[in-house]
C-alpha cells in the first residue's frame, strides 16, 4: 500500500513516499477507483472490521471549566476523567469533548448535535430559562425561534467561547 507524507516535496500536499514525483490530493483521487477502498490491507485487516468512527474533538474555550458546565447542561453529557490541559466530558454515543485554553486567539467553529425530540425540548426549555440568546438560522436572523428544516426541528446558539451551536432532531442526510 503506497506511504503518503505532506513533506514528500517542496509545497506537494500528499506526495507519494519514495515516488519521485508531486501529485495533489486531487490527482491521487482521481487516478485511484474505488477498489483502493474496498481491498483489504494486511496491518489494518478489512475495512469490515471497523468502520471509521468520531472519537474525539478539542474545543477551544476562554474558560475550559464554564464550558464543560454549558455542554453538561445542554447536552446532557457525561464528566469524563480529565487530564493536563483538558476539561473532559462523554457523550452517550461515547465521542470525547475535550475543553482546552489555547495561548491563542480563539477562532470560531461549528458544532452540530443530534438530539432526540424530548432531549430538544429539555435543551430549548433552558436556552429559554437562561435568556441565552439563540436563533432558528445559521445567519441569525430569526432570534428566539427554532426552525423545522429537514424534517425535524433545529435551533442555533453561542457557548461560552463564541463557537456556534446547532441542536438537531434529524440528521440532514
Not at 474496498?38 to 471549566?65: C, K, L, Q, W, Y
Not at 489555547?102 to 438530539?115: D, G, K, N, R, T
Request: hydrophobic fraction near 40%; proline fraction near 9%.
Amino acid at each position: 500500500m503506497t506511504r503518503w507524507a505532506a513533506d514528500a516535496a517542496p509545497g506537494a500536499l500528499g506526495a507519494p513516499v519514495g515516488s519521485g514525483t508531486a501529485r495533489s490530493w486531487e490527482q491521487f483521487f482521481s487516478q485511484t477507483d474505488q477498489a483502493v477502498f474496498n481491498t483489504p490491507d494486511p496491518e489494518r485487516g478489512s475495512p469490515e472490521a471497523m468502520p471509521a468512527a468520531f472519537n474525539h474533538t478539542i474545543i477551544p474555550a476562554t474558560d475550559r471549566v464554564v464550558s464543560a458546565r454549558f455542554y453538561r447542561e445542554l447536552l446532557e453529557a457525561e464528566q469524563a476523567p480529565s487530564w493536563g490541559p483538558f476539561t473532559n466530558l462523554t457523550l452517550a454515543d461515547g465521542v470525547l469533548l475535550q475543553f482546552a485554553e489555547p495561548p491563542v486567539e480563539i477562532q470560531s467553529h461549528h458544532y452540530a448535535f443530534l438530539v432526540d425530540d424530548e432531549h430538544f425540548d429539555r435543551a430549548y426549555a433552558l436556552l429559554c430559562e437562561r435568556g441565552i440568546p439563540h436563533w432558528a438560522d445559521p445567519q441569525m436572523k430569526r432570534p428566539g425561534e427554532t426552525n423545522t428544516e429537514h424534517g425535524g426541528r433545529g435551533v442555533y446558539l453561542l457557548d461560552p467561547a463564541g463557537h456556534g451551536l446547532e441542536l438537531i432532531t434529524r440528521p440532514y442526510l
